[in-house]
Each structure stands twice: as C-alpha cells, then as structure tokens.
C-alpha cells in the first residue's frame, strides 16, 4: 500500500475525525496516569473524608454526621444535610472522590454494604490504597476536558490549527497536570468555567444556536459547585451580553429595545440553567437550601478575606497577603516559555496589522468595515473586524478581570488563578499559529510548530515527571529561582522522606514528628506526629522532618530551627529537581508533649510560657512511670519562653483521686543549655530538670500529673497557672516501699505514739498554720498499720477548748477517700491527708486538735489529741454569764433567750428617761438566716415609746455564724419618748429577718417574747 492508498483508506475510516481528539486524550491521560499513587498533597485527606460523609449522606438518610457549618446555628446533620461540607462547596470534587470511593470498593470485591465500607475507610492518615482511585476519577474528566476544549476553540475561532495547538498546550501544561492528579477542587473549578467560558463565547461572539448558552449555564453551575470564585462568571458573562450590544451599534445596526430586552432573558435562561444545575446536583440545597447558602457565601468570603494562617512566602518575605504582583510573578514562574511566545508572537502580529491598517485607510475616512456605517474608534472597528480577534480580546478581558478579583482576598495561593491558565494558552495558541502564517508554506511550518510544541512541553513534562509541581518556567530559572521567589512544596516529596525512614530496622517503632504530616503519614510504616506551631510536637520524635515552605517562611519561628541546628546534624536530605525538599533531624525524643496552649482560648499563657513537653529520667516505663513512697523521680520540663520572669518557678504536682496535692516539687532551668535568664529570646525552648519527690507512706495508687508555674500576672488571679496535659499521658503509679521505713526517720514536727485500734498514730504536721474561716486547711497525719485493720475506719476532727468540752466537730471521713482502712497492710506507713474547712461557726480561739477513729458503724474506737491549733475568727463563750431575770424563750428551736439584766428603775419609768437591757443569748442548733434584734416598749394603747433594733453585737456576730452552744450578751439602749403619759407599759423582745422584715416566731406562742409587763410611768 502506497502513501496515497494510506491516506484515502484513514480517510475512509474517519480517522481524521476522531484520531485527532483520541490522540488528545491518550496524551493527555498519558502526562496524567502514570505514578498516580507517588505522592499526597496536604488537603487531599480532608476531601477524601469530606467524600466519605458526603457519599455516607447519600446512602443513609438516618446517617450523623459533624457538621463543620457551626456559624448556621447546627453542630450535626443528619443525611442529605452531610453533603454541606465545607464552604468552597466542592461538591464536584466529592462526588468524584465518592465516585473513587465506590471503585476502591468493588476492586476489593464489594464486601458487605456500601455504607459499612464507606464508614470504615481512614482518612487521618489516609489509607494509601484509597489515594489512585479518588484521584482517578478527576484525571478521567480533565483529560475529556482537553479534548473538548480543543473542539469548543476550533468552533470559536474557525481555525482547527489553533485548537490543535491550544489543544497541545493543555495536554502538556505541567502546572495544569499537577492540580488534575490530585483531589482538590482547582482542575475541577478550571475544567467548568473554561467550558463555560468558550460555550457562551460561541453563542454571543458567533452568533451560534442558543443550545450554546444553555450548555454555558449548565457548566457554570458545575463550576459554582467546585468553586465558589466561580461566581466570577456572573458578572463576566452579563459583560458579554453587553458586549454583544456595543458590538453589533459598532457594526452600525440599530440596538432597539427589543434586542436588549432578548440579551436580558439570555442572560436569566444562563443563569436560571446554573441555579438548576447547583441545585439538583447538592442535594443539601434539597434538604437545608438557606444553611448550604450561607456557609458557601460566609465561608467562602472568609477564606479569601483572611490571609494564609501560615503567611506567604514572595519576594523573600512572608506576609499574610502578599500584594498585588502575586498572581502576575506566579503565573510567569508556571506557565510555559512556548505560551510567552505565543503571547509575544500575537502582540507583534496585531501591532504589525493595526499599523498596516492605518496605513491603508484613506484619509478623512473613518476605519470601518463598511465605509459610513460604522461609527466608533478605529482601534474598536477594527478589532470586531477579524474572527479571531474578538473572541481573543474577550478572552483577555476575562484572564484581566479574574486576575484582579482574586487580588482583593487577602490568601492567595498560585493555584487559585489556575482558571486563567488555559484561557492565555488558548491565546498563546493563536499567536503560535500568526508565526506558522510568516511564510507561504503554511502547512509545513504549521507541521513544525505543532512538532515543537509537542516535543517541548513533553519535555517539561517528563523532566518533572512524577513531582509536576516541581515545575517552574527555566527562563527564570526554574525551581531555583522560584524558591526564592514565592513558596513551594505541597507534599511532593515528603513520601520519599517516609520511605527513607521506612528503610530503619525498627521503623515499625518510630515515632516522626513531619510538617504535613497528613502527605507523610500514609507513606511510613511508624508512629506520625503533625506538628504546626506547636513545638513540643515537632520535639516529640525520634526524628523530624522540616518541609521546604516550612523553612521557606521559618515557621513557627526561628528559635524552633535553631535549637535543632545548634544541637543535631541532618541525617537526611530529600532533594527534588536540585532543591532541597526535606530535611529530616534526629530529634530529642520528648516523651510527652502537650498541644500548643497560646491560642485565642487559652490567652492567659500570651507574654508568659508555654509548656512543651516533659521526660521522665529515669522511669523504666516513661509511659506509665512508677515510684515508690518516699523515693524520688527526675524529670525535665521544655516550655517555650514569652516572657516569664526567671522567679516565676515551674511546679509539678501528683494529684489524687481526692482531687488534692500529694506531692510537689519545683524544677530549675539547665542554664548550662540555655544561658543566662537574662538574655532569654521570645519563643526560645527552655530546659529545666528537677526530681519529683513521693513523700514517705503516700498511699499507692494512680495519681493524675499537673503541671504549671507560679506567676505574679496581673490577669491571674489564682497565683497560678496550669497547663492542659494529654489525659492520658498525665498519670504517675505510686507504688509502696519494699522495706518498712524507720520512724525516726519521719521527724514529723508533733510525733505522737498512740494505738487506735490496729491503728498506730504517729503524728502530724502544720499545725501551726493557723485555720481560715472559709478556706481549706490540711496537716498530714501518719500511720503505722498493727495488724491488718478489720474494718473501714474514718476519722473525725474535733476542736476541744480548755475545759475538755468540744466546741466544734467537723464529718467523719476515711483517712485516705481512695484507699481505705481495709487494704492497708501489717507493717505499713500510711500518710493520710486530713482536710477541713472553718465555717462561720467555728469558734476562733486556742484549742486542741482531737482526731477520733470510729468503725465502719460510726463507732468511736479511740481518739487522740494531735497538737495545739488556733483558729482565727470570733472568740466564742459557752459559759452562762450571771443572769437577773431568767426567760428561758426560744425563737425558732435554734436560739434561745436565757434571760436579760435590766440598767433601768426598778419600778417606774420616765419620759426621756434612758433604758438598757442586756440580753443573754444561747445557740441550740445551727441557724441559716441573719436576724436582726428588736427591743420595744409597748404603751397602754399598743403603740411603741421605746425601740433598738440591731444585730448582733452591732454586726459582728450575725446569727448564721452562731456557734451551737454559743452563749452571747448583748446590749440595747433606747430613750422612752417624751410624749409617754402615765400608764403600765410592757417591755418585749422580738427577731425578723432585715432584708424582709419577717419575724421569727417564739415557742410562747406570737412573735415577741415580753421581758416585762408591769411597767409604771406615774
């Protein structure tokens, strides 16, 4: 078969129909397939989660799940409602990630349910085996993508030369190839408004059927739906509407109202077909429509109006938003030198045709393309002259307006303008074209451009091959140059640090602190720690991995690089492309970190420390460490400093299931790591060592770990701060002695021998701090176990006074809440903490601690003094004072009136005479209330000539401090008034609450109590 025998036979069989687009295709899915798995990128294990509750929803309408939408006033949904996910929406990307979801799934032979499948995937770390399928499905649909915008560019511009170039161009655009590898929404985002973009172009620029306009508004909703900066295309496409208007009074036609009134509706059928589209392919518009609306408008403004939590590395600075030359720098550091020629090419070319058209155009007469018809610039009819001219200038307009839209929000990444990308190599396309039309051989030259740009963009490709986003423009000098101008890295090559650690005997056992650890985790065999800011994490690992955009912008801080590179050698470096990736420490192995605590809901820790971490030395199990009563445990504390005043001491405590402090014990810096105090920079890492010391017969058993300093911040008012520890790392065992402890050595400050049952008590300590009303008061009291106690005893402190009479008693209690009497054991030391608080009532004064044991029946089975103690408060009397008149009245079964003393005459008053009786009050039973006294005398009419009111002892002593058995006098004083005639008065005594002025009643029947009747004024 000859050459012309080929050629009719391809013809024949339609290749030049469909060999060009499958070509396409085949060459786009080749660039795109290959090595799909190689690498994570950081975000893709959240939409690979966001898929799994997004397909979760769809499959169970009684499906729960978190919501992240907690601004909409739900923290949980419940089926259709768990397609809201996030605010970008991204519901394109998850119903390609569910679509990977459900083919990993019958590729492992459709176990059991979808729902149960979908429920059991892991996604933090991600299950390595689910990374090619749900990147799959979004290969597949860029790469059809290429092909159809290659058929979209050779409809708008007429010219399958340049769709074919363009074609080319985004078959083969690493940076492109990049995005449409990975789960994320930017190819996705780009794949819809590119089609919608040329579909609405062809309508409006070509005058085409509107079925072009409503497949236009049908691809815009599956953009909004992945993007919300695809709402862009709302006011872009009313633009081109209008466009077409000034296009057609330019071509000199009559714009009458009809036609406006034909664009408007245009424009709502392209926008009602988006609306139907967003809302039939959400379903949470079907079941919460006004929530999904307002997370995506909310969240989405959110995300473009903060900057990058991180900052942004550009132009050797970091910054929250890097300005207004970002995306400009960025996409010369992406796009292809082929595209800058293509672009320089068609502003050559259209400069050279302006200018060959002015030169044509005979003087006097307006450009135009009928001479007298059209009105307007000449720059304007001359640009709507050519076919390829006008979709090229909208074209433009488009890449200019996207590009400044996306330069208001504050984060700006170099992928969020990826939607202008294929848009300028479309352009570029054109201008490559103009410079196949230099010479009469057309076809040959176009042969070779198309040759060259076939050849050349696969070169990028296959150099950068599998880490495409490795790839920078090498007219400014590729990756070297980017890295010093803007930040890389998204989690390429952090899959070869794993596999470098992978290769350790025991890496099984490792544990690796990694920046993004979400792209390292599922690629290494250990234990992976993310870590941010917090820098105890980042110390936590047997090694760490720093990340390129990490060191790029030093994040957290400098000092956190610096404590490495002071103390550690790399062991590895992960170099891509000349750069290096990742660079992996050994690292100081901390036992135990803590989260970062200096953040907007712990704002106490700001300008003082953070706690990092901490080791146990010496701990056989630092995990679980044990010590045993009386011995001692090092440890090392790693806090960050802020600004802590060296004297402001770290403290670590035990404390026991009673919630109290068992043992305590202050750390002191390493200054030989950390040098003088004085010199401390923020955000330095502090060492400091000390030794955890059990006191002697501390109870065995599980005690919680606290950790915190002692400040002198006005803000903390407690003296003290605490800092939140992993619950389930804060625990230490105390364990009992294995040889009995001498009392001797013990040298308590009040020894005792006494034997309480099978008891012995040896003494206590602190007693002489003297007891606060109102606040706690502990002193240690020690045991010496006879023979193993048969019962469960408690004990009672009592406050006993000079005469052997008990003036208060405080609740039996076990010595020790958490470890009773009962599992004590012969032989050994028990110290138990005996805690009471002074009411109100107790009694101030000198007394005598009294400690009673009694059985598990409340029985009393011995007692003992311990020592001396004072009580600071009111000094109490139980002793009856001499009483002239007895009364013997009780108000409320609480308080009695035991009698008064009368400093008046005996018989007979006088106006304006002065009366004081002196009461004698006694304390049956505890009174909640205060009460106020009144004393009154009461005429012959019932009306009141005399009266004092006032608690009492003017206030010092209220009645709900009244100890029982407390006896008080207390005085009253009053002037009989003037206008008192001559009668029998009668002296009474009442009791009433001040703030409601209720009175107390009497056992005596009324509410008053008379002290005496027969009163004369003569």
Request: with cysteine; hydrophobic share 45%; proline share 7%.
């Amino acid at each position: 078969m000859n050459l012309q025998q080929l050629r009719a036979f391809l013809i024949r069989v339609g290749l030049p129909r469909w060999g060009i687009p499958l070509g396409l295709l085949l060459l786009a899915l080749a660039a795109r397939l290959p090595a799909l798995g190689q690498f994570l990128t950081a975000d893709e294990f959240l939409w690979v989660d966001r898929s799994r509750n997004f397909l979760a929803g769809l499959l169970d309408p009684n499906f729960v799940c978190e919501s992240p939408a907690n601004h909409t006033g739900f923290e949980q949904a419940i089926g259709l409602a768990c397609t809201l996910r996030t605010g970008h929406p991204g519901v394109t990307t998850m119903w390609t990630g569910s679509l990977g979801l459900w083919l990993r799934y019958l590729a492992d032979g459709a176990p059991g349910s979808l729902f149960e499948y979908v429920m059991g995937v892991q996604t933090n770390p991600l299950d390595p085996r689910f990374i090619i399928p749900t990147r799959l499905p979004t290969v597949v649909l860029t790469s059809l993508w290429v092909v159809a915008v290659t058929w979209l560019v050779w409809r708008l511009f007429a010219d399958r030369r340049v769709a074919l170039a363009a074609g080319l161009l985004l078959a083969l655009d690493p940076f492109h190839i990049a995005l449409s590898r990975v789960l994320h929404h930017d190819a996705l985002s780009t794949t819809f408004m590119t089609l919608s973009l040329l579909a609405a172009l062809i309508y409006w620029g070509r005058g085409e059927s509107r079925r072009w306009l409503v497949a236009s508004g049908l691809l815009a909703g599956l953009a909004f739906l992945s993007k919300s900066p695809a709402l862009f295309l709302n006011p872009f496409i009313a633009l081109v509407g209008l466009w077409s208007l000034v296009e057609r009074r330019l071509r000199g036609e009559v714009v009458t109202w009809r036609r406006l009134a034909v664009t408007v509706g245009d424009g709502l059928l392209w926008f009602g077909c988006a609306v139907t589209i967003f809302v039939v392919f959400w379903p949470a518009m079907w079941a919460i429509p006004a929530d999904a609306l307002r997370t995506v408008f909310f969240i989405g403004s959110k995300y473009a109006s903060g900057g990058h939590a991180k900052g942004s590395f550009f132009l050797g600075t970091t910054s929250q938003d890097p300005g207004l030359f970002f995306y400009p720098v960025t996409w010369l550091l992406r796009s292809s030198p082929l595209v800058w020629v293509g672009l320089v090419a068609l502003v050559v070319k259209s400069v050279s045709a302006w200018k060959v058209r002015r030169e044509r155009q005979p003087a006097g007469k307006p450009a135009g393309l009928k001479s007298g018809r059209i009105s307007g610039s000449r720059f304007a009819t001359w640009f709507i002259s050519s076919p390829e001219r006008l979709p090229i200038g909208m074209l433009l307009v488009y890449v200019a307006l996207f590009v400044a839209f996306m330069t208001l929000g504050e984060k700006k990444q170099d992928r969020y303008i990826l939607p202008v990308y294929p848009v300028l190599s479309i352009v570029a396309a054109s201008g490559l074209v103009q410079v196949s039309r230099l010479r009469s051989s057309v076809s040959s030259l176009h042969a070779v451009i198309l040759a060259v740009i076939l050849l050349f963009q696969s070169t990028l490709v296959v150099v950068n091959y599998p880490y495409y986003f490795t790839y920078y423009n090498p007219l400014l000098g590729g990756i070297r140059g980017a890295e010093r101008l803007m930040t890389i890295g998204w989690g390429e090559g952090m899959d070869l640090a794993a596999a470098y650690l992978n290769q350790k005997p025991n890496a099984e056992g490792l544990r690796v602190s990694a920046w993004y650890q979400s792209t390292f985790a599922p690629f290494f065999k250990g234990e992976a720690i993310s870590y941010s800011q917090e820098k105890g994490k980042a110390m936590a690992g047997d090694y760490v991995v720093f990340y390129i955009n990490q060191l790029q912008r030093r994040f957290p801080d400098d000092e956190l690089f610096g404590y490495f590179e002071e103390r550690y050698q790399p062991e590895k470096v992960i170099p891509l492309k000349g750069v290096n990736y990742a660079v992996i420490y050994p690292g100081p192995r901390i036992q135990h970190y803590v989260e970062d605590q200096v953040d907007e809901t712990r704002r106490e820790y700001r300008g003082i420390a953070a706690l990092l971490g901490w080791d146990w030395l010496e701990a056989a199990d630092p995990n679980r460490p044990a010590v045993a009563a009386g011995d001692a445990i090092p440890f090392r504390l790693y806090w960050e400093y802020l600004g802590k005043s060296p004297e402001e001491r770290f403290f670590i405590r035990l404390i026991g299931p009673d919630g109290r402090t068992w043992a305590e014990s202050i750390s002191q810096p390493v200054l030989s790591e950390n040098g003088d105090p004085a010199n401390w920079r923020q955000g330095q890492i502090i060492t400091e060592a000390g030794q955890l010391v059990v006191p002697q017969g501390t109870p065995p058993g599980e005690y919680q770990l606290q950790i915190g300093f002692y400040t002198q911040a006005p803000a903390v008012t407690e003296g003290e701060l605490t800092f939140d520890l992993p619950p389930d790392e804060a625990w230490v065992q105390v364990i009992s002695p294995t040889q009995p402890v001498p009392v001797a050595d013990l040298a308590l400050p009040w020894p005792l021998d006494a034997q309480l049952s099978e008891l012995g008590l040896l003494g206590a300590t602190a007693l002489d701090a003297p007891l606060l009303p109102g606040e706690p008061w502990a002193t240690d009291v020690y045991w010496q176990v006879g023979s193993t106690p048969k019962s469960d005893y408690s004990a009672r402190l009592s406050l006993v006074d000079g005469d052997g009479q008990t003036r208060w008693a405080w609740e039996a209690a076990p010595p020790v809440s958490f470890y009773p009497t009962s599992r004590w054991q012969a032989g050994q030391l028990v110290r138990s903490q005996m805690v009471v608080e002074p009411g109100l009532r107790a009694p101030g004064g000198e007394f005598d601690l009294l400690l009673t044991l009694l059985d598990n029946k409340g029985q009393p089975v011995g007692r003992a003094t311990l020592g001396p103690v004072r009580v600071e408060g009111r000094i109490r009397s139980f002793s009856l004072p001499a009483i002239e008149t007895p009364i013997g009245a009780t108000f409320g079964d609480a308080i009695e009136l035991v009698g008064f003393n009368l400093q008046a005459p005996a018989s007979h008053l006088q106006p304006d005479g002065e009366v004081e009786v002196t009461l004698v009050w006694r304390a049956l039973a505890p009174v909640d209330a205060d009460y106020v006294v009144t004393v009154q005398l009461l005429g012959p009419d019932g009306g009141i000539y005399g009266q004092r009111d006032a608690p009492p002892l003017g206030g010092d002593a209220p009645t709900s401090t009244w100890s029982p058995g407390e006896v008080l006098q207390d005085s009253y004083r009053f002037t009989v008034a003037a206008d008192a005639g001559p009668g029998e008065y009668e002296l009474v005594v009442a009791m009433y609450q001040g703030d409601t002025g209720e009175r107390l009643m009497a056992d005596r029947g009324g509410d008053a109590v008379t002290l005496r009747q027969s009163w004369v004024i003569p």
